[in-house]
């Protein structure tokens, strides 16, 4: 950590317990540096980074001031998606935005790309390096069908902390969540089966439901405890369901982590009426909450959760290693991966077991929960500052996503369109429904650096959806 | 090439152009070492390198002579199979191969590897490493959904001597080519479809049919010209199939080229019915011909050839760098790859557009076409030499598979049962029919290099086949 972001911390600390009151002045650039030995230009990159959190104010002339007390926003209600099977569209304004992520001209509000510019990333580099210099043979070959054993080993140990309690025979190695989530329905589901799934929810599942051809019934999911248990059984009682998509971690889009109560009464659900729970726990490891929160698969007794993750979110989205456990299911799907996908590359396992063996996950993993965070509360307050009046705005307990939900009238796939040609991506709410719903609500991802660019698109947004208002 | 290498090859034109005649002596040791001014341990290596190749045989105490000619084994005649769809199993089988693989302590006749030992793949660990080092933010990061321009821009080239002319945006890498067919055949076909293929056919795609939930029908195939396109037509006239997969260069298992005016006559078949051709080319830059053979998808003029092939064989499966081009499924099966798949690991992406653009692949291909060349002739003659008379061996035009049909009476699913137990492992033939035929079949690999080891279990091998006859 530089010397400024250290003085920030002591100063947003003193702000936060108080020892600096809300409006009270903050001691002048020079008596600061003099207090603390740091130069006149770490105090004022301070200050900057402090201003830009909005916890203070600057006054022309007069020096900075704690900023006013606002009231938080908002969370967003419970959804409301309609109860009945539909199949998914709207593949072309994924792609769409898929294309953006590649052009470097655009911003990628709309992405779900971790940060990966961090100093902490470099030891996986120098793995992948001299994985690619000294196992020749290993990184040349085919890889063992399930994964490489050392990374199965490494991603056990780090599964403990869940409350999962698996051995590394337990795990198939994938090349990223999605591919993890593709085998576990290819397994379980034929074209033309129902699946349940959390609303909002993640488009890129969405879209692997439309490929198989499964389709979908949309459960109400509420913001901060996540799926409504008994919207889900009363759906389980009219639908012939085959299983459950859940995000009960860090959930995308929403943030909630669901209560511990409502993880097993889920799973106690799946059991009375024998379905499959499809756990995807990609942001899990991204939470804020020490120990990180408990899996549903650590509860299942009967081998019908199949968890699916990946380093992607946590670690690198290049290294594509994911993983499934497959419970009940692991010969089958352990089949269908040499069928529909052969074996995985073997330089980036091998690189991804020597950053979790040697500790460096673990720290790294810790610096971005942090990171992160703040990232999201800085994004919060411009939310607030550059927003219409009543919005929405979800306080996740994870990840690295912000769900805004805007007034009724906002159309959000008419605002993202003319962001576009600002060179702006954002993601408009209705990706996340299979029914076309959440056009008043936009998906910011927050793992990108609150600078003062990002803070300008924040000002463009809100200028937009506040033309769209009248 | 070392030393011996060179002299043994010399010697090898020499009784090849009849200088040196069948069963004629060869000149001693010592003075072929003063006439070349080598050692005499050069010229004995060199000489031991033409006995394992089975040109000179030594009789004890007066010196090598020239071997005499044998007769070729004759070659399989056109296959048989049952003519309705079928369901495919045996998964069991492929699944104890796959795992000997791993098992260093065993021979693995039965494996699709190919040899990752040559120094000419050298550049390409070395640009891994560099890739490593020097791309991070490419390196970590998500690849573009396409794959890698770069790298399809060099595919594009590459493909130029197949008669394929495409763009690179009409390419999609996948990780490898079991996963180009698996997305192919997920684009194109529902479960419960019917798929032609070609009798016998390789395990993977077969177990990839049965995953998918899709039925087979094996058409009798040619070992020298390929399927039978009288067989198709009839079965297409029977039977609502939806498409054909082939594998027309340099066959695995059978090793054939279909001739030219054959491949554009099945091409004109599934136009007159309407069918998609799945084209695996995996083999094809293992031609042993100069210029390699076309594809069939080089005629193709209305997008139905879906054209699969990857770097696995001809440089390394570890890269996990495969493509399919999809003609009119190509947005299709672009989604299909979000969907199920994701995007795959950059590093290796970047590593091998590398080692094409450089030029590397070339001269790693130019040789490994000798070596695989020779490697199949020797094995060859070991099976002439120690397997029961009466034996058909297939005459790979490429690649690096040997496929041997054996006395009726021979069932090779028992024998490779008992030749675990020596730690051999081999691939009896009916692993590559959906109906169970060719048990009297076996494929060996001849990647692997043909010293005293592998001429030695292709003496326990045919020993085992012959007590099985018995």
Known sequence: MTRYQHLANL??????????????????????????????????????????????????????????????????????????????????????????????????????????????????????????????????????????????????????????????DDIVITSGSQSAMSLALLTVCQPGDIVAIESPAYYGTMQLLRGLGIKVIEIPTDSDTGISIEALELALEQWPIKGVILVPNCNNPLGFIMPEARKRAVLSLAQRHDIVIFEDDVYGELATEYPRPRTIHSWDIDGRVILCSSLTKSVAPGLRVGWAVPGRYHDKLLHMKYAVIGTNVPATQLAAAAFIREGHYHRHVRRMRQIYQRNMEIFTCWAQEYFPCGICVTRPKGGFMLWVELPEQVDMVCVARQLCRLKIQVAPGSLFSASGKYRNCVRINCALAPDEKHREVMQKLGNAIKVAMT
């Open 11 to 168: 100063l947003a600390e003193r702000i936060e317990q108080g020892l600096y009151r809300h409006g009270e002045k903050l001691p002048s650039v020079r008596s600061l540096s003099q207090q603390h030995g740091v130069s006149i230009s770490t105090v004022q990159q301070a200050y900057q980074t402090l201003e830009m959190r909005q916890l203070i104010t600057p006054q022309p002339r007069s020096g900075y001031f704690v900023a006013p007390r606002k009231a938080q926003p908002p969370v967003p209600p419970m959804s409301r998606p309609v109860q009945r099977p539909v199949e998914i569209t709207q593949w072309d304004q994924v792609l769409d935005m898929l294309e953006g992520h590649h052009d470097s001209s655009i911003v990628p509000f709309s992405s779900g790309i971790p940060d990966v510019s961090q100093p902490s990333l470099k030891p996986l580099w120098r793995e992948l390096s001299r994985v690619a210099q000294h196992n020749l043979k290993s990184v040349l070959g085919y890889d063992q069908l399930p994964g490489s054993r050392e990374l199965r080993q490494q991603i056990a140990r780090l599964m403990l902390d869940s409350g999962s309690v698996i051995d590394a």
